[in-house]
C-alpha cells in the first residue's frame, strides 16, 4: 500500500539527487518558463511509462519514478515561484 510519508521520503531524496546533479543555487533554468519546460517533460515521461504499461511493457518501478520526479520538478516550480514573489 501506498504511503504519503514514504512519497514524501522520496520526493525529498530526488531534490537531493537532483541538487547535487546541478548545485542548488546554480540550476541552469533562470525564469519560471524553463521550469514549466522542465515540468511538462518529466510529466511526459510519466505518461510515456503509463502508456508502456497500457500496451504491455509494464514496469511499475519506473511509473513510480516518473511520478517522484514530477513531484520534485513541481516542489522546485514552486520554489521558484516563491522566490519571484519575494
Do not use: H
Not at 547535487?20 to 511526459?44: C, H, Y
Not at 513510480?64 to 519571484?84: G, I, S
Amino acid at each position: 500500500m501506498s504511503d504519503y510519508y514514504e512519497f514524501s521520503k522520496e520526493v525529498s531524496l530526488e531534490i537531493a539527487r537532483a541538487e547535487d546533479k546541478f548545485g542548488a543555487t546554480r540550476w541552469p533554468i533562470t525564469n519560471l518558463s524553463q521550469w514549466a519546460v522542465v515540468l511538462g517533460e518529466e510529466m511526459g515521461e510519466v505518461c510515456q511509462a503509463i502508456n508502456e504499461y497500457e500496451f504491455g511493457d509494464w514496469e511499475p518501478d519506473r511509473i513510480r519514478t516518473e511520478a517522484v520526479q514530477v513531484a520534485a520538478m513541481a516542489f522546485k516550480v514552486y520554489e521558484a515561484a516563491e522566490k519571484e514573489s519575494a
